[in-house]
């Protein structure tokens, strides 16, 4: 439950969300019909709770589940298995007034009935806070550290690595006879070329979008900094730095590079539930949460990008 004080009656019913995106989801791919658009335009922020007072104690929302056996990189507290995390659905805690995230080791062998139907609050103050429900297949990968905190002469081999990438690009292009010099009668000559020559190139590789850091939710690994500078995130008990135990995203693939998108999702045809399933978008679009290492329960921290 969250018991902080803050208004907790007023925003978007989770229902009215779930229905919104059940209607967008429905009719993607073609124009909605005159009942969707009436059903979608009645759907709007309001006190939906009036009888809810803001000292009110709160149903935590119930974001995700995660089993040891399943995550390699889920380290919690000595005989704790299973992970459950939950959040406040408004943004207004704390000096950030940002979410408020709680973490729930367990023991799965002590997880007793499901509780039906699952408590949940009335409403969230934006409909981003709210997850669409799905399934987690885990996959594991292998990341780089980010490309700022790695050493000078690390930095430079990369870059000189990119470079001859590009040169054996431009090396493969001449050797095809392709060249901008290349004369066409008509402008639609020349964009059917340049279109034919685009899907006849492999994909640009470089470490920041395809090697360093995952997009989408995950566990564990290394932290992005792309929006500003590496910041430490250190255990506010013990001061031990504190490593990113889950991400959370708004995409699943960043655009820049399809090297990180699962092989079922490539040929999806830009269906947006497969670059964005879970429709969250917290901060700036990314969140993390940091745990201490030396000691899972201590408090853990929040970083936003």
Partial sequence: ?????????TGHRL??????????????????????????????????APGLRDDDPLPLLAVAQLYAREIPDLVGPEGHDLLQVFWCPFEVHGDRRAIDVVLKWRRSADVGD????QPEPPVAG????????????????????????????????????????????????????????????????????MTAAQASEPDAIDYMSDLSIAPGWKVGGFASWHLTDPAPVD????????????????????GASRSWLP?????????????????????RGLMRVHTCPGDPVHPHRLSFQ
Avoid: N
Wanted: overall charge negative.
């Fill in 1 to 9: 439950m969250c018991t902080a004080v803050h208004p907790k009656g």
């Fill in 15 to 48: 229902a009215d969300v779930r229905l919104r995106r059940r209607i967008l989801a429905d009719s993607w791919g073609r124009e909605r019909t005159e009942d969707e658009e009436r059903l979608l335009d009645g759907l709007d922020v309001g006190r939906h």
């Fill in 114 to 117: 499901v509780l039906m139907p």
């Fill in 126 to 193: 934006r409909e981003e806070c709210v997850p669409t429900m799905c399934v987690v297949h885990p996959e594991q990968v292998v990341e780089h550290e980010y490309l700022g905190l790695l050493d000078d002469e690390l930095r430079a081999a990369i870059d000189e690595w990119e470079e001859s990438l590009l040169d054996e690009a431009g090396e493969a292009g001449e050797e095809d006879g392709s060249s901008s010099e290349a004369s066409y009668a008509t402008y639609e000559e020349y964009a059917a070329a």
């Fill in 235 to 254: 255990c506010r008990v013990c001061g031990t730095a504190m490593r990113p135990l889950l991400t959370v995203d708004q995409w699943e693939c960043d």
């Fill in 263 to 283: 092989f079922e999702d490539r040929d999806s045809g830009g269906d947006p539930h497969a670059i964005s399933p879970t429709d969250v978008y917290l901060g």
